[in-house]
């Protein structure tokens, strides 16, 4: 689907806020409501748009410790993995890679006991890289245009 300007537009002000009125995101565009309806419901049959999600802030949710982890997994494992990480209530991505790594994963945990036991319970795949999440430079960038 090719994205003109204005559904570039349209789509900078759902990221930033995904219950914006109808009738505020076609002020701020320029267009009708049901103009502006016709081209989200566009977008998202084409699957421009996936989803409407809420982000939580994890740390005021008592989860304060933000955590990478990647993992080499063990020969075999790959599978198992696979089916066992959608399991695990910690983990909120989880990317196949290529390079050293398989995979990396992005959680959050309450405390470094949390963490710990995380840990124990991934490295029954493969050997574990863990990395505490200082601080967050670009969150939940809106993509504003083609790049």
Not at 60 to 65: D, E, K
Not at 132 to 141: A, Q, T, Y
Request: with cysteine; hydrophobic share 40%; net charge neutral.
């Amino acid at each position: 689907m090719k994205i003109d300007e204005i559904s570039w537009k349209i789509l900078e002000i759902l990221q930033d806020n995904s219950r914006s009125a109808l009738k505020d995101i076609a002020a701020e565009v320029g267009l009708s409501s049901p103009t502006v309806a016709e081209r989200i419901q566009k977008m998202e049959e084409a699957g421009v748009i996936e989803s409407y999600t809420t982000h939580l802030n994890m740390d005021r949710a008592g989860y304060p410790l933000g955590v990478y982890i990647s993992i080499k997994i063990r020969f075999g494992q790959v599978q198992r993995f696979e089916e066992f990480i959608g399991l695990v209530p910690e983990i909120c991505e989880c990317h196949k890679l290529t390079g050293h790594d398989c995979m990396l994963m992005k959680g959050f945990v309450r405390d470094p006991k949390h963490l710990e036991n995380l840990n124990a319970r991934l490295a029954v795949y493969g050997e574990l890289t863990t990395s505490l999440i200082l601080n967050s430079i670009v969150r939940r960038k809106t993509h504003k245009e083609p790049f």
